[in-house]
């Protein structure tokens, strides 16, 4: 069974940094893509970033970009979301999930997601 | 960057009902286009992949169609578990981004 366990969450001032964690199990991490996607309070999915099987290539939305890292360790089984100059606006529950396949941001398992509260 | 809209907003429909749900790309996308239900406070769940294919476990009243730039989600015979939120999201560019959603109400 697919278990993908977020960690990392809380509650930060603008302008701070975080680091979010997503711990799999039961698959070849290393052979999937890995996507997250935050929802904000009462809105709907946005799509944050993907990472390739290898890693060798990563994507974000525009909203994120040249603020937020994702990596992965596939030696750890473990997804990462770096996140620096935090706004208000970046305030959701992130989601880690899983690729249908090595590469693309389609999802076909989903972690229970972790709280991020951006507030001074 | 391709934008993604979904229509209605909203539908309220009964048990029992057949409901579509719409989604257009701002460009074709081919049929590079996901279905995801989200029940309130839960994590997504994908329904169907590359417009038509549904996925494992999904019920066969689910079904998707459409290509290039608009898309639908029936769902037939509508059950208690089905009242949701949908979103599409298209997997055709490197910027996967989804739609707004529909909200699938009981009436």
């Known amino acids: 069974e697919v278990q993908l366990l977020e960690s990392g969450g809380g509650l930060v001032q603008p302008g701070g940094s975080l680091t979010l964690s997503c711990a799999a199990s039961g698959f070849t991490f290393s052979t999937y893509a890995m996507t997250w996607v935050r929802q904000a309070p009462g809105k709907g999915l946005e799509w944050v970033s993907t990472?390739?099987?290898?890693?060798?290539?990563?994507y974000y939305a525009d909203s994120v970009e040249g603020r937020f890292t994702i990596s992965r360790d596939n030696s750890k089984n473990t997804l990462y979301l770096h996140m620096h100059s935090l706004r208000a606006e970046d305030a959701a529950v992130y989601y880690c999930?899983?690729?249908?396949?090595?590469?693309?941001?389609?999802?076909?398992?989903w972690g229970q997601g972790a709280l991020v509260a951006v507030s001074s | 960057d391709i934008q993604m809209t979904q229509s209605p907003s909203s539908l309220s429909a009964s048990v029992g009902d057949r409901v579509t749900l719409t989604c257009r790309a701002s460009?074709?996308?081919?049929?590079?286009l996901n279905w995801y239900q989200q029940k309130l406070g839960k994590a997504p769940r994908l329904l169907i992949s590359a417009a038509s294919r549904l996925q494992s476990g999904v019920p066969s009243r689910f079904s998707g169609s459409g290509s290039g730039t608009d898309f639908t989600l029936t769902i037939s015979n509508l059950q208690p578990e089905d009242f949701a939120s949908y979103y599409c999201q298209q997997s055709y560019t490197t910027s996967y981004i989804f739609g707004p959603g529909t909200k699938l109400e009981i009436k």
């Open positions: 460009q074709t996308i081919d049929i590079y």
């Open positions: 990472i390739t099987n290898s890693g060798g290539h990563t």
């Open positions: 999930a899983k690729g249908l396949g090595g590469y693309g941001g389609n999802c076909d398992s």
